[in-house]
């Protein structure tokens, strides 16, 4: 499948075989091609030795032409520009075997927290959950990928982006060299038994990379498998005593994953080898994901002065949570299972922090 830009707002849409046009689904306009058999293969991505010579890549220029036709249709997606912009997507899989609880719980406390919080427009932030009736803001593979351009679109100097996912997240075989643990993460879209999963690789490719100096982007990935979801070159872990050490995990094969000159941070419910909850023992009244309500929590307590103070708060509130309060020992064994806890009645699920660059987190302050 051939990968154009929109002739209008630069969104790369995919080319059906065999196709003259596409429309896009974020401006609605209709973007006419000429025999796609005769366009020239995309230029090859470049990659960089470890010592990264040329840390700000250029940013991917459009290697298709094509036509403009206006569309009478209205925009699905937030029009205008915000220097706050945020996607949310919560999946719960409604009907299947795979279903959860507490995604489209988590989707919406987000979006509570960037409004009220954070001062983020309501125009500005786009959600997408399994419970929307417009086809656009559905959370399949198409439909995150269009949202990750929009998030990034004309993004500059003084841009604070945001970007929020909580539902599945898998593990599959790297064949490519860049990944220290030799396994990628992905994202668990809502048609992903048939349309396939989204590669942290692509996820680096479309928010992290192209993000130019001034602009910042925070990622919250409530998912299993989620420690490394932006692959971003260094990670932070708490080491034996208790402090924060940065891990160097740039790619072996020496491809930058770095940004434009911007600051990329990412936070995940759990390392790479973990699972992550969905889980009522938080809240109480309703099903969160561990890792968003932990987050939310360290805001909203006051906890949230600087980076390392955030995964101190949201790992002692996931470590002191006990899963198996009030339940028999059937329900227990279950909530085990699905939770990937124990009988003890403990989340064993770590925050993680991920950044494009390294940064004391004990002293720098913590903002959307």
């Keep these: ?7 209008h707002c630069r969104t790369p849409l995919q080319l059906p075989p065999g196709a003259t046009s596409v429309r896009c689904a974020i401006c609605r306009a209709v973007t006419v091609v000429a025999d796609p058999r005769g366009f020239p293969p995309p230029p090859q991505q470049q990659s960089y030795s470890p010592g990264y010579s040329n840390p700000f890549p250029p940013p991917t220029q459009s290697y298709y032409p094509g036509h403009h036709y206006p569309s009478p249709e209205p925009p699905m997606y937030p029009a205008g520009r915000s220097p706050k912009r945020a996607v949310i997507c919560g999946i719960s899989y409604k009907n299947t075997t795979h279903e959860l609880q507490g995604c489209i719980n988590d989707a919406k406390c987000m979006k509570y927290l960037l409004i009220n919080r954070f001062k983020f427009p309501d125009s500005s932030i786009l959600m997408l959950t399994d419970e929307e009736t417009d086809i656009y803001k559905r959370p399949t593979k198409q439909n995150i990928r ?22 599945h997240g898998l593990q599959q075989k790297n064949l490519t060299g860049d990944e220290i643990d030799g396994f990628d993460e992905t994202l668990c879209p809502l048609d992903f038994e048939t349309a396939g999963m989204i590669v942290d690789d692509e996820i680096n490719a479309t928010i992290v990379r192209p993000l130019p100096y001034g602009a910042k982007l925070h990622a919250i990935v409530d998912s299993c498998h989620s420690g490394t979801m932006l692959d ?4 932070c872990r708490m080491d034996r005593n208790g402090s924060y050490r940065w891990e160097d995990h740039r790619p072996p094969s020496g491809v930058y994953k770095g940004t434009n000159g911007g600051e990329v941070i990412s936070f995940s419910g759990c390392d790479d080898n973990q699972t992550a909850a969905d889980t009522q023992a938080m809240s109480k009244v309703t099903t969160t994901g561990a890792m968003t309500f932990s987050f939310i929590k360290a805001i909203e307590s006051g906890q949230a002065t600087t980076y390392g ?9 996931i470590r002191n949570t006990d899963v198996n309060s009030g339940s028999d020992i059937v329900t227990s064994l279950i909530t085990m299972l699905l939770s990937g806890g124990t009988l003890s009645g403990r989340l064993k699920q770590e925050p993680q922090l991920t950044a494009h660059s390294t940064f004391d987190v004990y002293s720098k302050p913590f903002s959307l």
């Design 1 to 7: 499948m051939i990968l154009i830009n929109c002739s």
């Design 146 to 167: 269009m949202a990750l351009h929009w998030l990034v679109q004309g993004v500059q100097a003084g841009d604070s982006l945001v970007f929020h996912f909580s539902g």
């Design 232 to 235: 971003l070159p260094f990670l």
């Design 309 to 317: 103070n955030m995964l101190n708060s949201m790992r002692s509130t």
